[in-house]
């Protein structure tokens, strides 16, 4: 039995496609035989023309359900609010443990999360690490049908000053 296992690299080409000092934490093969990555600054996804980088940040859910990885990417609107893109889907012929690992980078990524009431609804307020930078930024997702208006802005904005003092106290 060998002492120290030495894990399947991916692709070259895939490899090669990276940035320089990006740092593969997973991968795995997809039906298409296209490759998802997922490292230090996100999560690689085929796309049609060439793979696209999802930050860590940005990704909002990721299921993995028979044999099938799905991601929901948030869009951030005017450095305040989240907006879901449509869910996309890659089937995985061999998942590796990039599932896992995905799933422990999108926990990881959320630090905090509050669903407060805002101008007559509800908005979460979501804390989010961004991958080499320090501390925290604050985000928030309309719920529950809340419409984005000037007053409802204004709310959140003051909320999110709020929290982020509180989580600046709360770190020193």
């Known amino acids: 039995m060998a002492l120290f296992h030495r894990r399947e690299a991916p692709p070259a ?4 496609a990276l940035p320089k000092g990006e740092r593969v934490l997973s ?4 039906e298409s035989g296209a490759v998802v990555l997922a490292t230090s600054r996100g999560l690689w996804w085929p796309d049609v023309e060439s793979p ?5 940040e940005h ?4 299921v993995w359900r028979e044999g099938r990885l799905t991601v929901t990417q948030a869009d951030v609107v005017d450095d305040m609010l989240l907006v879901d893109r449509a869910p996309q889907s890659v089937e995985l012929s061999v998942p590796r ?8 980078r999108v926990e990881s990524n959320v630090v905090r999360s509050e669903l407060l009431p805002v101008g007559g609804g509800l908005a979460r307020f979501v804390a989010r690490r961004i991958p080499g930078r320090d501390g925290v930024v604050w985000w928030v997702r ?3 049908g809340l419409v984005d208006t000037e007053q409802v802005r204004a709310q959140i904005d003051a909320e999110r000053v709020a929290l982020q003092a509180q989580w600046t106290e709360a770190q020193t």
């Open 13 to 16: 080409d895939a490899l090669a």
């Open 27 to 30: 991968w795995a093969s997809a």
């Open 52 to 56: 696209r980088l999802i930050g860590w």
């Open 59 to 62: 990704v909002d859910k990721a």
């Open 97 to 104: 443990d990039l599932p896992a690992t995905v799933r422990k």
């Open 142 to 144: 309309l719920e529950g």
